[in-house]
Nanobody
Framework: QVQLVESGGGLVQPGGSLRLSCAASGSIFIVNAMSWYRQAPGNQRELVAVISSGGSITYTGSVKGRFTISGDYAKSTVSLQMNSLKPEDTAVYYC??????????????WGQGTQVTVSS
């Protein structure tokens, strides 16, 4: 009923930048929050940044000052600008959305994931 499609990601050298984008589509009535998570090999999936429909933003400590999340709730899109990338940012990044469908169902939806590799 609801799908998330991610774009961006790839290989970048330390200190470089990448931009991830995510678009939600389907039977959406309201998007309550959109987030980015990441999962490195051997680690649990962790929250990177979240932006609510009201504009409230939270970042995990390790990305503060380097990453910027932005959202357009009219278009159900979210982006993550990643600057000053470090090797420890290497992970699969996942888009997440908490939505209310047109059928009045509350859903949490995940994207397919996009690989970000920071290496020289």
């Amino acid at each position: 009923q609801v799908q998330l499609v991610e774009s961006g990601g790839g290989l970048v050298q330390p200190g470089g930048s990448l931009r991830l984008s995510c678009a939600a589509s389907g039977s959406i009535f309201i998007v309550n929050a959109m987030s980015w998570y990441r999962q490195a090999p051997g680690n649990q999936r962790e929250l990177v940044a979240v932006i609510s429909s009201g504009g409230s933003i939270t970042y995990t400590g390790s990305v503060k000052g380097r990453f910027t999340i932005s959202g357009d709730y009219a278009k159900s899109t979210v982006s993550l600008q990643m600057n000053s990338l470090k090797p420890e940012d290497t992970a699969v990044y996942y888009c997440n959305a908490k939505v209310v469908t047109t059928g009045n169902r509350y859903l949490e939806v995940w994207g397919q994931g996009t690989q970000v590799t920071v290496s020289s």
